[in-house]
C-alpha cells in the first residue's frame, strides 16, 4: 500500500486511508465478534494478562524519536506519539502481572493502561494530521509527518496500530466480563 502512495494524503486533503487502515480491521472484528459463536468463544479462552503483556510491543513507536533525532520526523509529533508509546510498552507488564496476580484494584489499573494507551493513539494519529504538509502545525521548510505515509514507518500506523487497538478492544471485552 505505502509503495503505491495509497496512504498519501492528497494536497489538504486529511490522511484518511491511514485512518481507515487503523480503524476498520477493528470494526470488522467487532462485527465477526457480534455474529461469530466461536469469535466469541475465541477471546473467552484467552488469557487477560497475556493480552495486556503483548501490549508491550508498543515500544516499538522509540521509531518516532529516532527518526526524529535523524531530523526525518517534526518533533511535535515524534515527541508525544514516540514517549506515549514507550510508556504503554514499558507500563504493559507490570499491569500484566498485577491482573495475573489479581492484586488490589487491578481492574483499575487494566481500565487506566487502556484509556492511556488509546489517549496515545488519539494523540498521535492528530499530532500526526496536524505536522503533515500543510498542516494546521507544519511551518514551511520544517519537518512534516508525511514520512509515516511511506515505507518502512508506515507499517507502525496501518499494521501495528490496528493490531494494538484489537487488543484493548478484546480487553474491554475481557474486563467486561472478568470478575
Known amino acids: ?10 494536497g489538504d486533503q486529511p490522511p484518511v486511508m491511514i485512518l481507515l487502515a487503523a480503524v476498520v480491521p477493528s470494526l470488522i472484528f467487532l462485527s465477526a465478534y457480534k455474529i461469530s459463536p466461536s469469535l466469541r468463544g ?8 497475556q ?6 510491543w508498543r515500544v516499538v513507536g522509540a521509531a518516532f524519536l529516532f527518526t526524529w533525532g535523524y531530523g526525518l520526523l517534526p518533533a511535535g509529533f515524534a515527541i508525544p506519539a514516540g514517549i506515549g508509546d514507550i ?3 514499558l507500563a504493559a507488564p507490570f499491569i ?4 495475573a496476580q489479581r492484586s488490589p484494584k487491578w481492574k483499575f489499573s487494566a481500565w487506566w493502561f487502556i484509556f492511556a494507551g488509546l489517549l496515545d493513539f488519539i494523540i498521535a494519529f492528530a499530532t500526526g494530521v496536524m505536522f503533515r504538509d500543510g498542516g494546521a502545525l507544519h511551518s514551511a521548510g ?5 514520512l509515516l505515509a511511506e515505507f518502512p514507518l508506515t507499517l507502525i500506523p496501518s499494521y501495528l496500530v ?14 467486561r466480563t472478568e470478575r
Open 1 to 10: 500500500m505505502a509503495r503505491n502512495e495509497l496512504l498519501q494524503a492528497i
Open 42 to 49: 475465541w477471546v473467552a479462552k484467552l488469557d487477560l494478562e
Open 51 to 56: 493480552v495486556f503483556a503483548l501490549q508491550a
Open 87 to 89: 510508556a504503554v510498552g
Open 96 to 99: 500484566a502481572v498485577k491482573i
Open 142 to 146: 520544517g519537518q512534516h509527518s508525511g
Open 162 to 175: 490496528p493490531a494494538f487497538l484489537l487488543l484493548h478492544i478484546i480487553a474491554i471485552i475481557k474486563l
